[in-house]
């Protein structure tokens, strides 16, 4: 059983910094593609990052490439996010992914369908 634990989230101003941690247990997730995603009320959770087993490819979404970036420890089975030039409508809870494989950069790495396993989710506040 693979659990996911979520933990740097906050309250910051924008235009700031926060860096965001995911922790993997239950099992080894270096040959899974990991991902971030996040989710505000009554919206649908939209994908915000992915990063390959290795870490040598990561997608973003438009909406955060060039301030967020996503990097990943193997050996500690632990994925990040750096979001920097935090912007109020990054304002989210922030959710950590895990697929089964490298597979998803062919299926559809935005696609929630795409991730077997997720955590709870941790909230990110920025304010204006």
């Known amino acids: 059983q693979v659990q996911l634990v979520e933990s740097g989230g906050g309250l910051v101003q924008a235009g700031g910094s926060l860096s965001l941690s995911c922790a993997a247990s239950g099992r080894a997730l270096n040959s899974a593609a990991m991902a971030w995603f996040r989710q505000v009320p009554e919206k649908e959770r939209e994908f915000v990052a992915v990063?390959?087993?290795?870490?040598?490819?990561?997608v973003y979404a438009d909406s955060v490439k060039g301030r967020f970036t996503i990097s990943r420890d193997n050996a500690d089975n632990t994925i990040y996010l750096r979001m920097s030039t935090l912007k109020p409508e990054d304002t989210a809870v922030y959710y950590c992914?895990?697929?089964?494989?490298?597979?998803?950069?062919?299926?559809?790495?935005?696609?929630?369908?795409?991730?077997?396993?997720w955590g709870q989710g941790t909230q990110v506040t920025v304010s204006s």
């Open positions: 990063i390959s087993s290795s870490g040598g490819a990561s």
């Open positions: 992914a895990a697929a089964n494989s490298d597979y998803v950069f062919r299926t559809g790495t935005s696609e929630m369908a795409s991730y077997a396993h």
